[in-house]
């Protein structure tokens, strides 16, 4: 923010003085904050001076005819002898003269105030305000107090100003200019035209020797940003000429202009002579900011400063030190130009905030202290609300419903070729005449399997109550195997009924190291989620095993084939270099998580088929590669329609209706450990809730600043659209990563502070 120093010099002349001058030091939102008194003396010769140094500027340029965007009249310009050296000379001692005149002592306490506070580094505009004819025309930026601030410059204010009400914002995205070529006799305004055509954030339209009509017809129809004139100009009567035949009174524009004004336009350039007379007609108006040339202007000159402005402006620099930059490259033409850098002015309503290239665009300024401040406070506000309706549970049915998406969008990486599943379906049953299978086939079943050598056998089938033919057989067979891993069921506590427990005991006589449970961890919309590996049954369950089945079937493979053991670390379970971290209450989407046992969210390897899958008849009839099962991971398990309380929602079966048997459900958490202990695969995991409030917050400032950005509604609304669409390729990018990243609280609070920003901002500019 630019620091802000009003001079008032008050009533008064040259000729006695100015008796009550006032300093106000302050910024653009408060040009208030210091007040220093003083005054300066009278100095009647620096008027003279002038006056001397005009008329010789004047006829100077005089000779160079043809290049100036002025005509004088005979008897406006004395015919004078003298030498350049002369007219150099009197420069010199005009500005000696004028820079003593304001390090007088009865001045002497603002300079020493403005220089203990102004801040050098830091962008100084300072006004002028007078309505003396010749202070105003005087080569303020040359005060030496004022040049040794390389971020200042100086501009003149009207003492009578008030701020300008206007409705309408610029939503075209480019800064629209209305330029008016005027008469181009001896000139080559061409240029002009040129430079501005070369601008591509910049709408111009040309009005090239118009007529009165055509200018007004333009103003009250359109709105526009910059007027824009090149051409002759005449001195204090404030005209400017159309073509060779006819001029035109600025204020026979006046109504057309205020219409302007109150549509907007901030900025009225006149590159053309003397132009300090159109400039207080303008001001009258209230216009925001006009720029003139003190004096006659040479043709080169004022297309020098015009292609400066334009490209410093452009460029992101403040209006004031563009201006400034345009004015101190005159310098190098003043060989030939005496007194170029002089002339650019700028002339400043106090209540008005000069304009940047993107503010006129409708796209201000994102990184203004302002801005940032008021769109931190909206962020903060809108990620507060979004989290804390998250953390009551309102988000996450459509938080699950998003991140099973992402799980389907995912590619399957095939079949795991250390499992293989040996189902018990409909077909089986109808061979074997009855289900469950006898003990005898049963037995028979596992035998068979048992001759190929795998590696570790995992039966889910509840063996609790005898199937006969056969009972005792398989009851000998289970108590002597080592590697025939058993199931019971733990039982679960439903929301309505929390007494209620089904639990199922292991088979008789299977050695306690074998048996496991396998109970699964059911979100509450029945879909499967989550791999429960451990817990602690209570005292009252029927089953006392702590490990799942899956996971014991795991851990054996592992420790055989690859020598991994299972380690503790703090509440976490080690295998290899990975660590099975708990999920805990509060995580990721789950607002009233049951944290019990050991859980962690389940990578699904594939959307129906993790492992190959053979059947009970398959086994019996010896109809498999005897390579399907040595050495593997085999689970046997029932796939038959009368089982059906045995199938289980995945996030693959949204929309398509399909389960999968609690059988291939084990098979993928197999999958999932084995996998993540070799590294072969990342363990899906949430951020901590620092994380994701930061996540979503960040978002809430992409959507703030999309809303900043972005003027046009359309051109908002497409943003949004991509952003989001953006958003979502990160977050599945980061799901293949292993990371759950919240989607939908993110996309969300874009929305919410996107629009807060928009609503903020017509608000104020409707109060404004």
Not at 92 to 119: C, P
Not at 354 to 378: C, D, Q, V, Y
Not at 601 to 607: E, P
Not at 618 to 635: A, E, G, S, T
Request: glycine share 6%; charged share 25%; with cysteine.
């Amino acid at each position: 923010m630019s620091q802000l120093v009003t001079l008032k010099l008050g009533w008064g002349n040259l000729q006695s003085g100015f008796p009550a001058v006032t300093a106000l030091l302050g910024s653009e939102t408060n040009p208030q904050q210091m007040q220093i008194l003083g005054s300066l003396p009278p100095e009647p010769d620096l008027v003279e001076l002038y006056k001397r140094w005009q008329l010789l500027y004047k006829a100077y340029y005089d000779m160079l005819s043809g290049s100036l965007r002025i005509s004088f009249n005979d008897d406006e310009a004395e015919v004078v002898n003298f030498s350049e050296l002369e007219f150099r000379e009197l420069c010199d001692r005009f500005l000696t003269r004028f820079n003593t005149w304001l390090r007088s002592e009865s001045f002497l306490k603002i300079r020493e105030q403005l220089s203990i506070h102004l801040v050098g580094s830091e962008e100084i505009r300072v006004l002028i305000e007078t309505e003396d004819i010749y202070l105003r025309r005087f080569p303020w930026n040359f005060w030496n107090f004022i040049k040794a601030y390389p971020q200042a410059e100086i501009a003149l204010s009207a003492p009578e100003f008030k701020p300008v009400k206007n409705s309408f914002n610029n939503q075209t995205e480019k800064v629209r200019i209305l330029a008016l070529l005027g008469s181009s006799k001896g000139i080559d305004i061409q240029k002009d035209r040129e430079l501005l055509q070369n601008f591509q954030d910049a709408k111009t339209e040309f009005l090239v020797e118009p007529s009165r009509n055509d200018i007004d017809n333009q103003l009250w129809e359109k709105a526009w940003d910059i007027f824009f004139f090149a051409g002759h100009s005449y001195g204090e009567i404030g005209i400017v000429s159309l073509d060779e035949n006819r001029n035109l009174r600025i204020e026979n524009l006046e109504n057309a202009l205020r219409r302007a004004i109150a549509q907007g336009l901030k900025l009225a350039i006149f590159n053309s002579c003397d132009g300090l007379g159109i400039a207080s007609k303008l001001e009258n108006w209230y216009i925001p900011q006009i720029i003139v040339m003190r004096e006659p202007v040479p043709d080169l000159v004022a297309q020098e400063f015009l292609k400066a402005f334009l490209k410093a402006f452009a460029s992101g620099k403040t209006l004031y030190l563009s201006v400034r930059e345009a004015r101190e490259r005159l310098q190098g033409l003043e060989d030939k130009y005496p007194c170029a850098s002089w002339l650019p002015v700028i002339c400043q309503n106090p209540a008005e905030v000069p304009p940047t290239w993107n503010k006129l665009r409708g796209k201000e300024n994102l990184f203004s202290w302002h801005n940032i401040k008021r769109l931190l406070a909206i962020s903060a506000i809108a990620t507060s609300l979004v989290m804390g309706v998250r953390a009551i549970g309102y988000l996450e049915r459509v938080e699950q419903i998003a991140y099973d998406y992402q799980i389907r969008l995912r590619q399957d990486e095939g079949l795991d070729p250390r499992i293989t599943i040996i189902k018990i379906t409909e077909e089986d049953r109808k061979q074997q005449l009855q289900y469950p299978i006898t003990d005898r086939i049963m037995l028979q079943l596992l035998k068979t399997v048992e001759q190929y050598q795998p590696q570790v056998i995992g039966l889910d089938i509840y063996r609790e109550q005898p199937v006969e033919p056969g009972h005792k057989d398989l009851v000998n067979y289970l108590r002597y195997n080592k590697h025939l891993i058993t199931i019971c069921k733990v039982g679960d506590r439903t929301a309505n009924n929390p007494d209620t427990r089904v639990s199922i005991p292991p088979p008789p006589s299977s050695p306690e190291s074998n048996i496991t449970f396998n109970d699964f961890s059911v979100d509450s919309d029945d879909v499967i989620r989550r791999h429960l590996f451990y817990l602690t049954p209570d005292s009252s369950s029927d089953c006392k095993a702590n490990f799942a089945f899956n996971a014991e079937l795991a851990l054996r493979y592992l420790e055989q084939k690859h020598g991994i053991k299972e380690e503790r670390v703090a509440k976490s379970l080690k295998l290899g270099k990975a660590i099975f971290k708990p999920l805990e209450k509060g995580t990721g989407f789950y607002h009233n998580l049951d944290s019990r046992g050991h859980q962690v969210l389940l990578n699904y390897r594939a959307s129906q088929n993790v492992a190959r899958e053979i059947t009970l008849t398959q086994v019996l009839n010896n109809q498999f590669d005897p390579d399907w099962i040595k050495n593997r991971i085999v689970l046997i398990g029932a796939a038959a329609p009368e089982s059906a309380g045995d199938y289980f929602t995945t996030p693959y079966s949204s929309g398509r209706n399909q389960k999968l048997p609690g059988v291939v459900i084990h098979a993928q958490m197999v999958s999932q450990f084995l996998d993540v202990a070799l590294g072969k695969r990342p363990l899906l995991h949430f951020w901590p809730f620092w994380g994701d409030a930061i996540w979503i917050g960040t978002w809430s400032i992409v959507g703030g600043m999309l809303a900043l950005y972005f003027q046009s509604s359309l051109y908002r609304r497409l943003a949004k659209v991509t952003t989001i669409a953006i958003l979502f390729a990160s977050c599945f990018g980061l799901l293949t990563q292993g990371i759950c990243v919240p989607f939908i609280p993110a996309a969300l609070v874009l929305v919410i502070t996107s629009w807060s920003v928009v609503i903020y901002n017509s608000f104020k500019t409707q109060k404004s």
